[in-house]
């Protein structure tokens, strides 16, 4: 009676243990799931009158292409007046041979222009031992073309002045 009451108990626990303490998983790997937001594959939006949630109501402007400022050609060319520096002029006794030197953001050395050459929305108009003229191009100028603006650069600023 003993005996059947231990072999009875050392079974009882031995079945208890292994829904206790599983100690190997099944073979078969879990069916993955969907994430969270994904949408299932069989499903189908209907608007029924109702508006996108996620596309903006208020369309935006088309006139922003033109705001874009084309690219600039290589050289002296592709420097504007505003972003151009003086940083020297080279005078002889005949004009034609004035030189002024042009150095500008990113390029690798500087510019040598003459009188009649171009810049991006300017013209090199005089060299002079001081100062250097430059007539802005009707396609840079914001007003009439018949009326040619120029723009005086000094070479040399005095400390405070704001070369224009």
Do not use: C
Not at 29 to 52: I, Q
Not at 75 to 89: F, T
Not at 106 to 123: M, N, Q, R, S
């Amino acid at each position: 009676m003993i005996r059947r009451a231990l072999i009875f108990s050392s079974f009882l626990t031995f079945g208890v243990s292994l829904t206790a303490f599983p100690q190997a998983q099944s073979q078969n790997p879990p069916a993955e799931e969907a994430p969270v937001l994904s949408v299932p594959k069989d499903y189908r939006y209907t608007a029924r009158g109702r508006r996108d949630p996620f596309v903006n109501p208020v369309p935006k402007p088309k006139g922003t292409a033109a705001a874009l400022e084309p690219p600039r050609p290589p050289g002296l060319k592709g420097v504007a007046l505003r972003e151009a520096l003086i940083a020297g002029v080279v005078t002889s006794k005949e004009p034609w041979m004035n030189v002024v030197i042009i150095s500008a953001p990113g390029a690798k050395a500087p510019y040598f222009a003459h009188v009649g050459d171009e810049l991006y929305d300017a013209v090199v108009k005089s060299i002079k031992l001081d100062t250097v003229t430059f007539a802005l191009t009707a396609s840079a100028s914001t007003g009439d073309p018949r009326t040619p603006r120029e723009i005086v650069r000094k070479v040399r600023p005095t400390p405070g002045e704001y070369n224009k």
